[in-house]
């Protein structure tokens, strides 16, 4: 279950946990696998979720438009798919234009012979996802998110089989990020756990302006320059930066960690994780398919973008779609107007 690379990927064992004991078989420290959910989070009352219900609500209870207008979205992901979903709760008439045939773009899965699913990867859908949860809640589809213990746990890289544990409390933000950092129970020596603290201070007040002040610094830069040990930036931030980005953190953005980072440290359930109960296209797509085109909207599947035409104005002419997604020969064009 547990790699090295990804927080999300080491994450996702919040389903591990230590044995009570914490004993040690040989070199190694038991672990109780214990798959248990854990109750939604109250993040209700939290201004990011209110402020997705509101925009939501606005777009629902919009005049509906006298003329609803044909909005041609590329790409069947999670994103056109979103973009569909309120086109279509604000009275318009979205066209999605998946070039594949599978729903979900990256968070694509298929179905093996047997009838297993074979997914791109797990995917955690995050308290810090105002927007995503409110999809789930307005598609009545909430209880297919299965909620873990509020614990991120990393895969230690210079002891196989070993996993270092976050575990916060449930007390508010940032507090409780900082009470996880503290009680990190191997990982780090207490002089590494201060500076880690200490260092993270930014990112926890300053604002949005901030995080996108240190876009000129990499990951490892910025650790250097709060004074945080190279061994957090090693042990955390390599796993970090590889699962947001697949990239080391020497050459990825603070601000794409800061952005990820001052959420999980202001929102009390920032950090605290869901997995879905199936494969997405099943589970999540085809619910936000089956809402837009309800309402008028359109999927089409294998209908691959090649080219946007354009007027002299600068206006979208036309689509001109490949006859064969895989292929791209004999366009043929598509008008949306
Ligand atoms: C292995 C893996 C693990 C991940 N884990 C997590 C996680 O745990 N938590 C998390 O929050 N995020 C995770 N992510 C990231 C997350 O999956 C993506 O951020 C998100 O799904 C992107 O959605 P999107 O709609 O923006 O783009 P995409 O999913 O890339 O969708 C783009 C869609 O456009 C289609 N398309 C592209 N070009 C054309 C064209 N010319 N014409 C028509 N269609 C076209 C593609 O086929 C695709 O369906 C993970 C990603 C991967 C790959």
């Known amino acids: 279950m547990q790699t090295s690379v990804g927080a999300h990927r080491a994450a996702r064992s919040g389903v591990l946990q230590r044995g009570a004991s914490g004993s040690r078989i040989g070199s190694r420290r038991s672990l109780r696998v214990e798959a248990r959910d854990y109750p939604r989070p109250a993040f209700d009352t939290a201004e990011t979720f209110q402020e997705a219900q509101a925009l939501s609500a606005k777009l629902k209870n919009a005049p509906r438009p006298a003329k609803p207008l044909k909005v041609a979205i590329v790409g069947g992901g999670l994103a056109g798919l979103s973009a569909a979903k309120y086109l279509s709760d604000a009275g318009h008439k979205p066209v999605v234009l998946e070039g594949r045939d599978v729903l979900g773009g990256k968070v694509a899965a298929w179905k093996d012979k047997d009838g297993d699913w074979i997914e791109t990867g797990l995917h955690i859908f995050f308290g810090a996802y105002p927007n995503m949860m409110n999809v789930f809640r307005e598609l009545g589809i909430e209880d297919r998110l299965q909620w873990k213990e509020h614990s991120m746990i990393f895969a230690m890289p210079d002891a196989p089989g070993e996993f270092s544990r976050f575990d916060f409390p449930d007390i508010p933000a940032p507090l409780n990020g900082v009470v996880a950092i503290l009680r990190n129970n191997q990982m780090l020596t207490w002089e590494e756990k201060i500076k880690f603290a200490i260092g993270l201070i930014p990112a926890i007040f300053g604002g949005q302006q901030y995080v996108e002040d240190q876009d000129g610094l990499s990951v490892t830069e910025w650790m250097a320059k709060q004074g945080v040990p190279p061994r957090v930036n090693e042990e955390v931030f390599i796993a970090m930066a590889k699962a947001l980005a697949f990239i080391d953190p020497d050459v990825l953005s603070m601000t794409v960690v800061l952005t990820a980072l001052n959420r999980f440290l ?72």
């Open 266 to 337: 202001r929102e009390t359930h920032g950090s605290k994780m869901a997995f879905l109960d199936g494969a997405p296209p099943e589970r999540l797509c085809q619910p936000m398919v089956d809402h837009f085109t309800a309402r008028g909207g359109e999927l089409r599947m294998n209908a691959r973008l090649k080219n946007i035409e354009l007027n002299e104005d600068g206006s979208v002419k036309a689509l001109e779609l490949c006859a064969h997604t895989h292929m791209c020969v004999r366009p043929t064009s598509l008008r949306l107007c």
